[in-house]
Structure formats: structure tokens, C-alpha cells
């Protein structure tokens, strides 16, 4: 298994709608989790951390965490074009301490 | 201003060359990074600095070199260029070794002809 896996798409979504994006990671005792996003082009923004299991919400975002079955997810609610980028899950691991990203869903918000 | 600037935004050489891209910091952060972002958008850390010290070297050949004269600026120099080489650069800066790398350089594209 690899260490940070995601379905790379792309994801097409219907303006206005919800988009849910997955990210499975293999290190169990793996505690910090984080959602970049990525235009093209350009470098990747830190847009979401997550560290206890649950929801967080943040504006039309919310991340998901379930350590046991060990996948974070990030829904963007009233999807809205300008959400159509890159979106890198990144786990930091327990064993090193090292952040490792997984390779990124290409979302596309279709208007 | 910018937080994380590197120079030059384009590169491109022959194979063989060596090169330097130059990376500075102005966020007093402690940690820097040098990623490498393949054609596949794969993000891959190549190494870490803390305090001026090497902390992480991943499986990168010895052709690069970072260089950290002082916390603010993390170099990379390569020798030796190789058409592999071909990728995007990003430099990054986070507060400890465990901070989640939020603060990235707008990336230098390097093209090995």
C-alpha cells in the first residue's frame, strides 16, 4: 500500500453541488493531516489541518478524519468554479515525523 | 511581500549543466525544504533544513546539493544536469520540523533539453 493514496481523476462536479474528495493513508499511529490545494501553475496552499477524529468545518469546507479506518476526506460544499484545482491530502507520518503528500485529485467544477 | 520567494521562475538548460535556484524566506520560520513536483503533479520532499542542519535527505542523487548559509535561504545546486531533472521546483518554510509545510515559493519549472 502507499504511504498516501488518492484517486487522481479528475473529479467532475456540477456547479452548485457537493464534491467529496478521499484520501487513505497506511501509518496508523499517523496523528496530523492536511489539504493543500493546488492551481495550476502555481504552488500548493495549506487549506484545511486536521488532527481528531470527526468533522471540521471552515467556511463551504469540512474535513473528515477516521483514524481507524484511516481515510481523511474534504467536502467543499456549493462548489463554485474557482474550486477547480488540485487538491494534495498530506499525512505526516508517526514513524519519522516526515509530511508525505499523496498525488492529487484534479477536481473540475463544471459551470 | 512575499513569504517564500525563489529565483529563477524558469530555468532552462542543457544536459550536463549545473545550475543553482535560490530560495529566501521572510517569515523568521526555522525549518526550509526543497521539493521536486514531477510531470504527474507527484509532490516529493527532497530535503530539510533545520537551523541551517540537514534534516531530511531523501533518495536524491548526490548531483544536488542544498546549501543554507544562513536560516533564511536554502539553495540547491545541481550538477551534471539530466533530462530526469525536469521538474518543478518548490521551496517551503514551516515553524518546527512538524509544522505542515503551509508556506510554499511559487516553484522554479526546470527544463533539461
Known amino acids: 500500500q502507499k504511504e498516501v493514496e488518492q484517486n487522481s481523476g479528475p473529479l467532475s462536479v456540477p456547479e452548485g453541488a457537493i464534491a467529496s474528495l478521499n484520501c487513505t493513508y497506511s501509518?496508523?499511529?499517523?496523528?496530523?493531516f492536511f489539504w493543500y490545494r493546488q492551481y495550476s501553475g502555481k504552488s500548493p496552499e495549506l487549506i484545511m489541518s486536521i488532527y481528531s477524529n470527526g468533522d471540521k468545518e471552515d467556511g463551504r469546507f469540512t474535513a473528515q478524519l477516521n483514524k481507524a479506518s484511516q481515510y481523511v476526506s474534504l467536502l467543499i460544499r456549493d462548489s463554485q468554479p474557482s474550486d477547480s484545482a488540485t487538491y494534495l491530502c498530506a499525512v505526516i507520518m508517526n514513524r519519522d515525523d516526515k509530511i508525505i503528500f499523496g498525488k492529487g485529485t484534479r477536481l473540475h467544477i463544471l459551470p | 511581500d512575499t513569504a517564500v520567494s525563489q529565483t529563477p521562475k524558469y530555468l532552462v538548460t542543457q544536459m550536463g549543466n549545473d545550475k543553482s535556484i535560490k530560495c529566501e524566506q521572510n517569515l523568521g520560520h526555522d525549518t526550509m525544504y526543497w521539493y521536486k513536483q514531477d510531470s504527474k503533479k507527484f509532490l516529493k520532499i527532497m530535503f530539510s533544513y533545520n537551523n541551517k542542519e540537514l534534516i531530511i535527505n531523501e533518495t536524491v542523487p548526490n548531483r544536488f546539493s542544498p546549501k543554507s548559509p544562513d536560516k533564511a535561504h536554502l539553495n540547491l545546486h545541481i550538477n551534471s544536469l539530466e533530462l530526469g531533472d525536469s521538474a518543478v521546483y518548490f521551496c517551503a518554510s514551516s515553524q518546527g520540523l512538524a509544522g505542515p509545510n503551509r508556506y510554499f515559493g511559487p516553484g522554479t519549472r526546470l527544463t533539461v533539453l
Open positions: 501509518d496508523r499511529g499517523s496523528q496530523s
